[in-house]
Structure formats: C-alpha cells, structure tokens
C-alpha cells in the first residue's frame, strides 16, 4: 500500500468519525428540541409529533446510511420499539394510510427489507455505535453474522477491537470465527450424508419388507379363493419345483465328492468328511420322514403309487392319477 492510500484512507475515517460525532450532537440537540416541544400538547398530540420526529430523523440518517448507519438503525429502533410506526402515513402503492405493522414501516416508509433492519437492530444493540467503525473497516453483513453467534468472550473482545479501532484484531477474530464455521458447516454436511444413507436404507428395507408383507397377503387370499383340487395341484408343483432344486444341491454336493476321490493320494480325512457329508444328509431325509409320517418306499421294487387309491375322494378333486 503506497503512503498517498494510507494517507487517504487516514483522511477518509477521521471523516466519517467526525461526521459520527456531528451526527451524535444533531441526535441530542433533535431530542431536547422534542421533548421540550412536546411538553404542551396532549399525549395523543405528543405521541404523533415524536413519531414524525423519529421517522424525518431516520430519513435525514439515511440520506447518508453509509457513513451514519447507526444513527439511522438508533432512529428505527426507538420507533420499533416504541410502536411509533402506527401514526406514519405510507403509500402502499395503491393509497395513502397509517402504518399496520413494523414490517410495512421498513418497506414503505424508509424503503428497506424488514430483515436487513432486523439484523441491523441486533447489530446495535450488541456494538451500538461502533458499528460505523467497523463497517469501515470492511466488516460485512456476513461478518455480522458470525460475530453474532460467536461465545461472550470473543464477542467482548471483538466489541473492544471495535471501539479501539484495532481493524486487525477485529478482522482476525472474524477470520477464526468463519475457518470454525466453516469446520462445524462440513460436519454437518457430513452427518447430514451419513444420516440421509441410513435413511434411504432403513427406506428400502422397509420398502421390501412391506412388498414381502404384500405377497404373502396376495398368497394367502389367494389360498383362500382356491378349491381343494387346485391348491393339490398348486403343491404338487411346489413339491417339484423344490425336490428338484434340492436334487441340484445333492448334484453339486456329488461332483465336489468325486473330485476328491478322483486326488491320487487322497488323504483319509477327506474321504472320511464325505461320508460324514452324506450321513448328515441322510439324517435330514430321516427327519423329514419321521416328522411328517412319510411313508419310506423301496426304490428296488419302483414307484408304487396303489395307496392313492385308497384316498377318500374330495368334493370337485380328481382322484384318478396317472402312474408316471
């Protein structure tokens, strides 16, 4: 920075705090002028003059908000907080009325956002009057944000900062205040994706798990509507289709077993785990057998289907099955 800069940027904040001090004078000198003026009216008639007389003040402030910014939000204050906004006239766009709320005030009365006054008013009521200072030395809306967030300690210390003019102390304790927010903003994001992927798989289990609920209820309606010969028929297919899957098993089980007695030297405990392979499969054949009461058929003799003649017929069902 060349000294013609720091020497304009000297001249231009000593400016704008003597411009602040000419300001303070006129914001007393203007209060003494109304209460004086309002000590022989009614209270209606006094409550109206100190609503004008707030409102011309705060227009007067922001002709210039840049350089009296906290004059302006002290002006708006006292009218917000004193409701004095309910006797300023506006024009709406279509008439000319009284105020109805704060909120028209800031939109048609001073032309600005109720929100950006809001913030304005908490900034002054936490810096007061430095708020010029530190607009001055660069501190943005942003940069408000965060100093209104930040704990008591760090806020008493960038209040300091601001009265004694230290814009390096103050831009830096804004500068860890937005590296903290920006860490705690990632974590967030980060529990935010984490809790959204478990959301999306608790979803999608749910999701299945109702389709699942849905088909078995479909199923078992459908059992329901079915006549005796087509829920045989339906088992019987069912019967197939599993005894065929479970050959498959016993398919894959059999050529996993001929490879190993097929090794050249195949070791004794191998040979001695298939046989225990297949003992347990026969065990589970038996319990089916005995848990059920099927019948054990002699495949040397063939497939002797004569006991199902001696079935009792049911109503509607074929009882003359063909032998395969």
């Known amino acids: 920075m060349t000294e013609k800069t720091i020497d304009q940027e000297m001249l231009s904040f000593e400016q704008k705090k003597q411009q602040a001090k000419v300001e303070k004078e006129i914001h007393e000198e203007g209060s003494l002028v109304e209460a004086k003026a309002c000590r022989?009216?009614?209270?209606?008639a006094s409550e109206i003059f100190q609503a004008a007389a707030l409102h011309e003040r705060a227009r007067i402030f922001g002709g210039?908000?840049?350089?009296f910014s906290a004059a302006e939000i002290k002006a708006i204050k006292e009218i917000k907080d004193s409701k004095s906004f309910k006797h300023i006239e506006i024009n709406d766009g279509e008439k000319f009325r009284l105020c109805g709320n704060f909120t028209e005030y800031c939109r048609f009365a001073i032309g600005r956002s109720h929100g950006i006054v809001y913030e304005e008013i908490q900034n002054f009521d936490i810096f007061g009057e430095a708020i010029d200072g530190m607009k001055s030395m660069g501190v943005e809306r942003n940069d408000f944000r965060l100093l209104r967030k930040a704990p008591d300690d760090l806020l008493g210390e960038a209040r300091q900062?601001?009265?004694?003019?230290?814009?390096?102390?103050?831009?830096e304790i804004i500068d860890d205040l937005a590296v903290k927010h920006a860490k705690e903003k990632e974590e967030l994001n980060k529990q935010n994706t984490d809790l959204k992927g478990s959301l999306e798989a608790a979803q999608d289990f749910a999701g299945k798990k109702n389709e699942r609920?849905?088909?078995?209820?479909?199923?078992?309606?459908r059992k329901s509507l079915m006549k005796p010969s087509e829920r045989a028929e339906e088992l019987s297919n069912q019967l197939e289709v599993a005894s065929g899957t479970a050959r498959g098993f016993l398919n894959s089980v059999e050529s996993t077993i001929k490879e190993i007695v097929e090794l050249d030297e195949c070791p004794r405990d191998l040979r001695h785990a298939c046989a225990?392979?297949?003992?347990?499969?026969?065990v589970r054949m038996d319990e089916i057998h005995t848990t059920y009461g099927i019948e054990r058929m002699d495949v040397d003799v063939g497939m002797d289907d004569s006991w199902m003649a001696e079935l009792p017929a049911v109503s509607g069902e074929v009882t003359d099955y063909d032998a395969e």
């Open 40 to 44: 022989d009216m009614t209270p209606q």
């Open 64 to 67: 210039m908000r840049r350089l």
């Open 213 to 221: 609920i849905n088909e078995l209820e479909e199923k078992l309606h």
């Open 161 to 171: 900062a601001a009265e004694a003019d230290d814009k390096d102390a103050l831009l």
């Open 276 to 282: 225990h392979a297949m003992v347990r499969i026969r």
